[in-house]
């Protein structure tokens, strides 16, 4: 744009204006490079720098957005995972009282009343039942108020219906009012022959009318001595129980008595029965997973009473008792079902 037009070049160089060495403009070119080159990058690399510093911020606050979401999914499924787990630490908690061959019909509608007013004055935190002799059944009864006291019998028989002198069947137990029955009680087994054989059909029977079994298993002093306890009450348990489905197993609930604490005085320790207890549960896992066996309800039998209950209850796998002698009373079996008040 500088080149002197040809008019201007009318003398030597050394003569004219465009010959003249030009004044010094270094400040004007320093001034025009700032203004024209570094002026414009500056601004270029500023524009860039806070487009990608927006950039960089939506991009945080999506992750950040994402970060909670997470968080929020995370102690969702955690809450649920402790809602789970509390739901199967709710397993139902049992305090059942079997009478055996006591009480008269009026002893025994007196007891049943006496048990059923006091716990209606004071809710149990527990499920209680009583499990009475046969001809109890349908006067206990009219006398208990079923939310708040269970009614059960102690054995039934192992056919349908028949010619069976003397036999009282799950039916008949049913009719009553009753909804539990105790079946593979150590003394029926000692005393009256009761084999597995026999018991399994007794469950099947006892399910199929629609009561709740509380069954029972347990060893001998003897067998505890030669270590065999958990041998002998996984056996009694296959023989009779590990056949049932899945659905049918709701409607069970264990009782491990140890046949030589029965009536005795002599109570498993607390850790004797929780070791019990957590072996029971284990092989229910192994049959029918882990989830039905944290939802099944073992209890513990054999010389429970008011004084020891607290200690027996608070082991993590017992979740209630059978009581015998200590349920003949109002007052001792109220004191068993108050345990799980402490
Ligand atoms: P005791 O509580 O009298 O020892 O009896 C336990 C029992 O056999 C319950 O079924």
Known sequence: NDLPKQAELNAPLSLIETGREPENKTWTKIVLIIICYIFPLAFLIAADRIWSWTRWVQKREQWLKQKEEWIKQKEQSNRLYQLLKRKRQMRKKIVAGNWKMNETLQEGVALAKEINESLKAEKPNCDVVICTPFIHLASVAQVLDSNVVGLGAENCADKEKGAYT????????????????ILGHSERRQYYGETAEILKEKVKLALANGLKVIFCCG?????????????????????????LSAEEWKSIILAYEPIWAIGTGKTATSDQAQ?????????VAEKYGNEVAEDTSI?????????????????PDIDGGLIGGASLKAA???????AWKK
């Open 332 to 338: 001792d079996f109220k004191g068993i079902i108050d």
């Open 275 to 283: 070791e019990m207890l957590a072996y029971i549960r284990s092989i």
């Open 219 to 243: 060893e001998t002093l003897e067998e505890r001595e030669a270590g065999k306890q958990n041998e002998v009450v996984k056996a009694e348990l296959e023989g009779s129980v590990f056949n």
């Open 166 to 181: 003397g036999e009282v069947s799950a039916a008949m137990v049913k009719s009553t009012g009753a909804q539990y029955v």
């Open 299 to 315: 209890l513990y039998g054999g010389s429970c009473k008011a004084s020891n209950a607290p200690e027996l209850f608070a082991k």
